[in-house]
């Protein structure tokens, strides 16, 4: 059994930085990559940026690169996300997840463990 918890999500206006956190408890050492996932008001759930437990290699997409860092402390079993120069179109709920895929996953269904998710809300 493996449990992720979100939290560090708020209500900033626009070019305000946040930094969401993501607790893995019960099996930490699981899956070969954790990610970030988002979900805005009326769209589809997405990808935004992962890391790979073996060397802490990380990618992003292509809406985040340059604004949102990920990164992980094994020592604390917790997983970061660092979003500085938020814009309105970053609101969404931010979910944090496991994968077993060997390749980078992206797709929703590459993963298989997910946290509650996280509320981030930027203002205009």
């Known amino acids: 059994q493996v449990q992720l918890v979100e939290s560090g999500g708020g209500l900033v206006q626009a070019g305000s930085s946040l930094r969401l956190s993501c607790s893995v408890s019960g099996r930490t050492f699981i899956g070969s990559y954790m990610g970030w996932l988002r979900q805005g008001p009326g769209k589809e759930r997405e990808f935004v940026a992962a890391?790979?437990?073996?060397?802490?290699?990380?990618y992003y997409a292509d809406s985040v690169k340059g604004r949102f860092t990920v990164s992980r402390d094994n020592t604390r079993n917790t997983m970061y996300l660092q979003m500085n120069s938020l814009e309105p179109q970053d609101t969404a709920v931010y979910y944090c997840a496991i994968s077993y895929r060997i390749s980078r996953p992206r797709a929703v269904e590459d993963f298989g463990y997910w946290g509650q998710g996280t509320q981030v809300t930027v203002s205009s």
């Open positions: 890391i790979r437990r073996i060397d802490s290699s990380t």
